[in-house]
């Protein structure tokens, strides 16, 4: 039976959002391909057995057939499992293409047997039982990282990047909108929820998270209320998250939400009821309306603005 080996893209040394989540799905297999390659095994502590492929292109069709080739110099039958982060959505049809083997997007959980994937907006979980090799990618966020007790080995392997013109030319990265990008990549999250009395609250809390440089969610009532879109909504049948900071603004914390939240380093929570559930999950709980903090941070920041 083939295991698992995960394949993560990188620019400039910077793994993606999900990559060392890929990495722990694979049982700390990993070939890291991108420029900075080397650099960035320096973060991933979920790592047992690392390949690093240190190319300096950033086109995931060029990632896609250097990788290929990489796992058959290694004479890899195995199963690839790529973070789905943008360059990684980007990087995993190429691979398969290469490889000759079926992709599977939007993954929960893989095994070299078995991948569940999400389907219409996360309400429905797909079961596939594959008879062969594939790619899948695997989402950021359902799964928690396993730090690995011993250091990892840590192998070189050189490549030569096609001479040929790639399909697409990077010529600047610029950095994302805070309001406008896909909410599993963003570090930052403020969200809000029933405790937020009506649709201009959250105009409101949108313009506060950009002032943090922050994203906003949001709770499913909300969205089925109308008041945000379903792109801003975080659960098990929204967006599944895993911020580095999450500010929670009148959210109960009902677990259909705080499953979709993944592993926070720091959580904040405002809520006039100090027992429910997100009170209890935050790093520092604020007994308060959240209308009325809300109302305070705003008056705040233009205070700052105009001085």
């Known amino acids: 039976m083939s295991a698992?080996?995960?394949?993560?893209?990188?620019?400039?040394?910077?793994?993606?959002?999900g990559g060392p989540e890929a990495i722990a799905e694979a049982s700390g297999r990993a070939i890291v391909i991108g420029s900075g390659a080397a650099q960035a095994t320096d973060d991933l502590t979920e790592a047992r057995e690392v390949t690093v492929v240190d190319v300096n292109v950033s086109d995931p069709q060029i990632w896609g057939r250097l990788a290929a080739e990489v796992l058959t110099q290694l004479g890899s039958t195995d199963s690839v499992v790529v973070p789905a982060s943008p360059d990684g959505r980007d990087l995993a049809p190429h691979?398969?293409?290469?490889?000759?083997?079926?992709?599977?997007s939007g993954a929960t959980e893989v095994s070299p047997t078995r991948v569940r994937v999400a389907r219409r907006?996360?309400?429905?979980i797909a079961e596939h039982r594959p008879s062969g090799r594939f790619v899948a990618t695997?989402?950021?966020?359902?799964?928690?990282v396993d730090s690995s007790?011993?250091?990892?080995?840590?192998?070189?392997?050189?490549?030569?990047?096609?001479?040929?013109?790639?399909?697409?030319v990077s010529h600047d990265v610029l950095p994302p909108d805070v309001s406008t990008m896909d909410l599993a990549e963003a570090p930052r999250i403020v969200g809000g929820g029933a405790g937020l009395t009506d649709a201009e609250r959250f105009t409101q809390l949108a313009e506060f998270a950009r002032a943090i440089d922050a994203s906003m969610g949001v709770t499913r009532v909300i969205t089925d209320r109308g008041w945000a879109p379903h792109q801003r909504q975080i659960g098990t049948t929204g967006i599944v998250v895993d911020p580095t900071l999450y500010l929670a603004f009148g959210?109960?914390?009902a677990v259909q939400h705080t499953s979709g939240l993944g592993q926070p380093d720091?959580?904040?929570?405002?809520?006039?009821?100090?027992h429910c559930p997100m009170m209890q999950m935050a790093d520092l709980a604020i007994v308060s309306d959240a209308n009325a903090v809300?109302?305070?941070?705003?008056a705040l920041l233009s205070k700052d603005s105009a001085s």
């Open 266 to 274: 720091h959580i904040i929570s405002v809520n006039t009821d100090a």
């Open 138 to 144: 695997l989402q950021p966020g359902v799964r928690g």
């Open 4 to 17: 698992l080996v995960a394949v993560v893209p990188v620019r400039a040394g910077v793994v993606p959002a």
């Open 95 to 104: 691979l398969a293409l290469a490889l000759g083997v079926d992709l599977l």
């Open 149 to 168: 007790s011993t250091a990892a080995t840590v192998s070189t392997v050189d490549v030569s990047a096609p001479a040929s013109s790639p399909a697409v």
């Open 251 to 253: 959210i109960s914390g």
């Open 121 to 124: 907006g996360g309400l429905a």
């Open 294 to 298: 809300l109302d305070e941070l705003a």
